[in-house]
């Protein structure tokens, strides 16, 4: 659990710093006309994404956390299989 919390705090830390300094192109949801560079940074982004949106993104971590992030190699917390760059090792 505690290898699980310090790697999302680090991607959360970069879903921070990131969109200081680019943005994506297009809209984030082409049915509610809001693009990228609409988006805030910062707190005020969870206010600008739509309900279905946050429903989507739930859903798709749920799934991965059910289906890929769920077993132990080796009873090594945190060790998937992936290897350096998501190469396959044991």
Do not use: C
Not at 11 to 34: C, D, K, N, Q
Not at 51 to 69: M, S
Request: proline fraction near 8%.
């Amino acid at each position: 659990v505690e290898l699980k919390h310090g790697r999302v705090s680090m991607f959360a830390t970069m879903g921070y710093i990131a969109p200081e300094y680019t943005r994506l192109p297009g809209f984030l949801s082409p049915s509610y006309g809001v693009k990228f560079t609409d988006v805030p940074n910062g707190l005020g982004a969870l206010a600008k994404v739509p309900a279905l949106g946050w429903l989507q993104i739930v859903t798709f971590v749920g799934l991965l956390e059910l289906t890929i992030n769920n077993k132990n190699v080796n009873g090594e917390p945190g060790n998937y299989g992936a290897g350096p760059l998501g190469l396959r090792s044991v």
